[in-house]
């Protein structure tokens, strides 16, 4: 097999078995490459270079014990917070740590129509396979913007709306109804000091408090903020 | 080791690690045993049967690759559909067969309030390592009945409410202040016909169908009960 112009780099990273990819291409992602199991067959219609592998190759590369015959290398579009400036609601994810916590906060991102998702340095890795996954493919259909300093939140030009179990507005009883920066906290630590929330939410709920993680906290805040504004 | 009164039986579940066996005990749960590994301890307080274990035994009855050198045995309590009947809101899960989605759903009827969860035979073992464990223990603060008929339904002696995407009224337009149980369907089959569902919920959201998932959808609509709820 010869030299290919799929480049597989820091600007690029790999999407596992063919419902992601399929994602990937409907959302007009480039994908630069596919590589075929001897018992798979490539996505259609992404213009990328196929690459047939030898048997046993793809169990080297794959994430899971048993892959689909299908993995693709896509491109990484460049995004800055400029991007998202004055968008309607950014979820802020402040050093999320859990893959599965991450994908799902990408899903309820996508189904509440917020605008964009901005991960603090710290961050887990948005394009892990693990949190493309549990994405179930919103990775594709949510701007997220990675590896961002505290200090270019400012470019949002958003107020900073922090959650907090302990402090704050009940987020029932909040206006979400403007735009605002959602910020939420790590599993460990909460919303960092360092950033200068303008004004704080508490998701008042029953139970104990390790009963409702990062992630629902997230789904429970963005489909409030999707109800107040459809009531408008 | 002599013969010891802990009965590992169908009426009785293992529960792994120290936290989660705390919060059985925490939540008044019969704990029967607790088996120790050379390098654990036990949680005090349970009145259990304590049983040190040799090296390496634990490895083979836990559930996970590196487990905690503690498990317990604990008792399922006896629990029946009348137990529930008339209470203020009750989540039937249809067959639901993801024990991360069960564990979540737990998490969320946890911190919504919700007095009970039935599921439908069928559904995953809400016994299961992995339920308990996505649960984060609100299995044991959640009062859960299993293994339940169709036909049983009726002793809950309220509206049966079936979500759907693509019918009934938006879940935010609609009263969820009154009594009602929420029935939630399966990941691949939606709610079965025949339940004799009294009215429907639509969970209106952006995005693919497949942006929400079924933990995801009833964190939503607990929530926006105890909502309305609390606004009243």
């Given at each position: 097999m010869g030299r290919r112009s799929a480049r597989w780099d820091e600007g690029a990273f790999v999407v596992e078995g063919r419902i992601l990819i399929e994602e990937a291409i409907a959302a007009d992602w480039d994908v630069e490459a596919q590589f075929v199991a001897p018992n798979g067959e490539p996505v259609a219609g992404s213009g990328a270079t196929i690459v047939d592998l030898a048997p046993h190759?793809?169990?080297?590369?794959?994430?899971?014990?048993?892959?689909?015959?299908?993995?693709?290398?896509?491109?990484?579009?460049?995004?800055?917070?400029?991007?998202?400036?004055?968008?309607?609601?950014?979820?802020?994810?402040?050093?999320?740590?859990?893959p599965g916590n991450l994908g799902t906060m990408l899903r309820s991102c996508e189904a509440a129509g917020v605008s964009g998702v901005v991960l603090i340095t710290g961050s887990v890795d948005p394009y892990n396979p693990k949190v493309v996954r549990a994405s179930a493919g919103a990775l594709f259909h949510v701007p997220v913007v990675a590896d961002i300093a505290l200090n270019e939140l400012q470019a949002l030009r958003l107020p900073l709306v922090g959650t907090s179990s302990h402090q704050g507005v009940a987020y029932t009883d909040a206006d979400l109804s403007e735009p605002f920066a959602l910020v939420m906290g790590s599993e460990a630590h909460g919303v960092s000091d360092e950033i200068p929330i303008d004004s704080w939410l508490t998701i008042s709920h029953v139970g104990r408090a390790e009963s409702l993680n990062v992630a629902m906290a997230t789904t429970v805040v963005v489909f409030e903020a999707l109800r107040q504004r459809a009531a408008r």
């Amino acid at each position: 097999m010869g030299r290919r112009s799929a480049r597989w780099d820091e600007g690029a990273f790999v999407v596992e078995g063919r419902i992601l990819i399929e994602e990937a291409i409907a959302a007009d992602w480039d994908v630069e490459a596919q590589f075929v199991a001897p018992n798979g067959e490539p996505v259609a219609g992404s213009g990328a270079t196929i690459v047939d592998l030898a048997p046993h190759v793809i169990e080297r590369v794959a994430s899971t014990e048993s892959p689909q015959p299908l993995i693709a290398i896509v491109r990484i579009p460049h995004r800055s917070v400029s991007d998202l400036a004055g968008a309607r609601l950014v979820v802020v994810a402040d050093r999320i740590a859990d893959p599965g916590n991450l994908g799902t906060m990408l899903r309820s991102c996508e189904a509440a129509g917020v605008s964009g998702v901005v991960l603090i340095t710290g961050s887990v890795d948005p394009y892990n396979p693990k949190v493309v996954r549990a994405s179930a493919g919103a990775l594709f259909h949510v701007p997220v913007v990675a590896d961002i300093a505290l200090n270019e939140l400012q470019a949002l030009r958003l107020p900073l709306v922090g959650t907090s179990s302990h402090q704050g507005v009940a987020y029932t009883d909040a206006d979400l109804s403007e735009p605002f920066a959602l910020v939420m906290g790590s599993e460990a630590h909460g919303v960092s000091d360092e950033i200068p929330i303008d004004s704080w939410l508490t998701i008042s709920h029953v139970g104990r408090a390790e009963s409702l993680n990062v992630a629902m906290a997230t789904t429970v805040v963005v489909f409030e903020a999707l109800r107040q504004r459809a009531a408008r």
